[in-house]
């Protein structure tokens, strides 16, 4: 999980998807193949836009690629 | 970059040490020295960009990327504060060295050390928030 609470399962979903790279996930979804790397480390979590567009490449609704869990 | 501008630097307190001016003159000298090193640092900074473009390829095999994304201008934003407020703090110096009566060469000096603190840390910035994250 991320420093700020967010955790997603991109990794899954893009083995899922015929292993899709990350290369090609970024090219779909308009960003560097670092920013892809960097979300699903952790380390950078994602715009709205930008998870919207995540979750429509693997057709499913936003929840079920990013989690959040608040910090008590 | 920052081996350019010591380097040009340098030179330029060579050439202050050597001379022997008046108030009106420092000022006109300091003023030039840093005026140059605009372009300077502009030109020496595209040479490190293309240098390191294909440098990277050649190592990687990959090409970078052509465009910013919305977390390289993040990173963008927050490396280019972190340089303004260290720039921020050597003008401050500079004008608290005047304030107390300093020759205006102290003046300068503290303004080009910002400028080149501010340089440093500009990058070293990038490098943190690219591997630690943003």
């Known amino acids: 999980m991320s420093k700020h609470g967010i955790s997603n399962h991109i990794r899954k979903l893009r083995f899922e998807h015929d292993e899709m790279t990350q290369q090609q996930l970024a090219d779909q979804v308009k960003v560097t193949r670092q920013t892809i790397v960097a979300i699903e480390k952790g380390k950078y979590s994602p715009s709205l836009e930008l998870a919207f567009k995540i979750a429509k490449v693997f057709k499913i609704p936003l929840e079920q690629v990013f989690s959040y869990e608040s910090e008590k | ?134």
């Open chain 2, 1 to 134: 970059m920052i081996i350019v501008l010591g380097i040009y630097y340098w030179t330029v307190f060579e050439r202050f040490n050597s001379q022997v001016m008046t108030t009106d003159e420092q000022l006109q000298f300091w003023s030039k020295a840093i005026l140059i090193a605009i372009p300077l640092s502009i030109i020496t900074k595209i040479v490190v960009m293309i240098v390191f473009a294909i440098s990277n390829y050649l190592i990687t095999r990959e090409k970078m990327p052509s465009f910013e994304d919305e977390r390289d201008k993040l990173i963008e934003l927050k490396a280019t504060r972190n340089s303004y407020i260290i720039f921020g703090i050597g003008f401050f110096i500079s004008l608290t060295v005047l304030a107390f009566g300093y020759p205006p060469k102290y003046m300068f000096i503290s303004i080009i050390l910002g400028g080149i603190a501010s340089e440093i840390f500009d990058n070293l910035s990038k490098v943190y928030y690219h591997s630690k994250g943003v």
